[in-house]
DNA sequence: ATGAAAGCGCTAACAA
DNA sequence: TTGTTAGCGCTTTCAT
């Protein structure tokens, strides 16, 4: 494996000459530039990002977190995250936090180290005190889940319209004991969601009732029949439910397919985040749709204009209802 | 940010000890140590890992090569990956290659840079020849799916065995039409399991009819819901199905689910891999269980081993039939 | 037990 | 346009 130096002796030009070459800076002649090139090749020469990095203290790595690489929500920006930072010649590290804060501290030691330029942290559980105390000296971005303390910037949708939105198409569909299927309140999004949900019922006078509304502590699948079955059992049962995630919903759907109950004659059911599973089911999942791709990439250029030391500025994204059949 | 010197500075003590002290080496008198830590805590100092790369000449950096993030299958392979990687302070930079050669050679770029200390594959449409190439210099291990050129270290199951399980099953139950949703058999993982399903046709004295024989380029759900449709349109229908992939059985299912063809009673199906979802489906899907966390800390422990410029053998690890609703 | 100094591979300021 | 050289932050060899 070559370094610059047998590079530039082979060349017969200077190492500065040869990193001008690497560089593309246009100072150098047609025909030095030809003689370095020549070298490259010759010595199958491939620049060592490791003295690069050194050099210029900077890693180009953008430190991605999520409570869960298996969540899909997650896919879609991650993607745009990735893509984006490709674009700029970042690569990412995907952590995967278990919203486990040691794991988590695992992470925050790898900026601190150096080892990772800034983090776009999407984990609702994460540690916003650490976060404030390093935001401090290094360049962090909250994507779709965020807290307003530390002034940290973030990308994100109106939790609170798309959650009335949802609410007031199952009540124009007729519903009128609705329940919500919400994350633990101690999230900021959890409360948006659910002023969204008595925004909706208390405009068409439907009095809230708090046998309808359900914590989970967990967005996932499982939590979705437990939470269907508690609310199935109710003397006066739900004619609609409303769940704050994808995958909440999916499991309220397989409960209700257990206990013979139609979807969406008996119960209509709608999920959050659309993801590609939510198309799949039977009946499919009416569900509301964030622009996760986009919410990466914007997350991900926000990083990076902070990274260079640019002031940027939060921002809101357009959400959709997308009605499909179990509505 | 400190840095060494700095350090080295307040405690009174050469750069040396400093280090020495950073990496618990016991040559050190308790009495500077305590110097040591002391002007550590004061100045607050983190040590970078751009110096110490550059020094030590690695990364700390396993690659991660995988054609997609949304499928399932690899999740738990990469947690123990990760997990195994963060057990000897390694990190994992996780790659979707999108089977699109261009990023591909993104990625492989990473390790000819020193980026990345080494790679595990796990993408069946990977370029084996650059492959074969890359592992002439550098660490790479095949994971789950493998070539047998270029003599790299893999760590896999016997795919022709587990579908000769899966198809004698279905035999078991008294089904003979018995159609087989496969992969392209350019992967040898599409051969072997094909051949696993001849095997057990044939061991029962079963005719191999070329017409229950598909196979589709990608192995998603919208590739289940095209082969179904085709395989049910036969005048002689199949009464069951096995699919090299739960997400293409998950595709068949909702097709049979809305065409009305009750399962398993008119057509039982298998899957492949035990993702999540194929035990949220309704009916649960049967399928085959790979030891996916096993084969993640694994695949880890043998590229780790590589680096380290020992010697590693190919490993094949058990998979087991997961009976459920579907068949 | 500790320190001085070299060097990992690169970039950039300065000089020519 | 090109070269010389310092230095990014660390580890390690060799002296002491």
Known sequence: MANINEVAKVAGVSVATVSRVLNGQNVVTPKTKIKVEDAIRKLKYEPSMLGRNLRNSESRVLLVLVPTISNPFYFEIIKGIEQNALDHNYNILLCETDSNPERENIYFDLVRKKMADGIISMD?????????????????????????????????????????????????????????????????????????????LEEFGIQVNPDYMLYTDQLGFEQGIQATKKVMSLKDRPTAIFSVSDLLAIGALKELNNTGVEVPDEVALIGFDNIDFSNMTHPTLTTIAQPMYQMGTVASTMLINKINGEDVENKFLNHELLIREST
Do not use: M, W
């Open 124 to 200: 609702p559980a994460v540690n916003i005190d650490t976060l404030k105390e390093l935001s401090k000296n290094h360049a962090i971005i909250q994507c779709s889940e965020y807290s307003l303390e530390g002034n940290i910037p973030y990308v994100t949708i109106d939790n609170e319209d798309a959650a009335y939105r949802a609410v007031k198409h199952l009540i124009k569909l007729g519903h009128e004991k609705i329940a919500l299927f919400n994350s633990n309140e101690k999230y900021l999004y959890a409360r948006q969601r659910k002023d969204g949900y008595v925004k909706a």
